[in-house]
């Protein structure tokens, strides 16, 4: 167990719709981080927040949204879906960079799988 | 642009021998090399990680080569197990103040056969 848990586990929608997956952070933890895993293939970076600032931004489509809260948990909004957004989506989060002690890991959660039909 | 790649999308060993996962980059920017095991249903899980100004850590069965001058990070794992058998993910990271950007190869599915 990474600490890390997303909701909903599944989930099922229509092309045009909108999802908001979630993400709590391990205890501690103030940066979350999204990726995207299509069709077996690696994992893409979306987006990162550290403590309620976005941080960095990959290849995010404008079509979604992040926004990490207060209490540091995430959500990652997905409107007008397509097909092609069927993807597992992972969430994964890290201590702040420290000197010496931080090898560069990510704890990630289980995963969000979506599927659009 | 990919700029961690992992050519082998399969690998197949028998239990007991040795497992080469080989993965290769691009960026001399990186300042750790990670692998990740990840099994169906499951979020990857941190295996191992190297420094870029090391050349090879070990940690039990599992040792992570980096030939820095080839830009290419290894994982060795021996003896196989078939409790090992699942995708790894080479990751290559890029420290910053607010924390790490990790660049994922495509994976490699092992498989070791009992």
């Known amino acids: 167990d990474s600490g890390v848990t997303q909701t909903p586990k599944h989930l099922i929608t229509a092309t045009g719709q909108r999802v908001t997956l979630r993400c709590s952070p391990r205890s501690g933890d103030l940066s979350v981080y999204w990726y995207q895993q299509s069709l077996d293939q690696g994992l893409q970076f979306l987006i990162q927040?550290?403590?309620?600032?976005?941080?960095a931004k990959g290849n995010i489509l404008e079509r979604f949204s992040a926004q990490q809260f207060p209490d540091l948990h995430s959500e990652l909004n997905l409107s007008s879906l397509e097909l092609g957004d069927s993807a597992l989506y992972f969430c994964?989060?890290?201590?702040?960079?420290?000197?010496?002690?931080?090898?560069?890991?990510?704890?990630f959660g289980e995963g969000s799988r979506l599927t659009v039909l | 642009d990919q700029q961690v790649k992992q050519n082998s999308p399969s690998l197949s060993v028998q239990e007991g021998r040795i497992s080469i996962l080989n993965c290769d980059y691009t960026n001399s920017m990186f300042d750790y090399f990670l692998w990740y095991k990840k099994y169906p249903a499951e979020g990857p899980t941190f295996l191992i990680s190297i420094s870029s100004i090391k050349d090879k850590n070990e940690d039990g069965r599992f040792t992570v080569f980096l030939n820095k001058s080839a830009k290419h990070p290894s994982l060795h794992i021996v003896p196989s197990q078939p409790g090992d058998s699942a995708v790894y993910f080479c990751a290559a990271s890029v420290l910053y103040n607010a924390g790490n950007m990790l660049t994922f190869g495509g994976g490699t599915r092992l498989m070791v056969k009992p």
């Open positions: 994964a989060s890290s201590v702040r960079a420290v000197a010496g002690r931080n090898t560069g890991e990510l704890f």
């Open positions: 927040y550290y403590n309620g600032e976005e941080r």
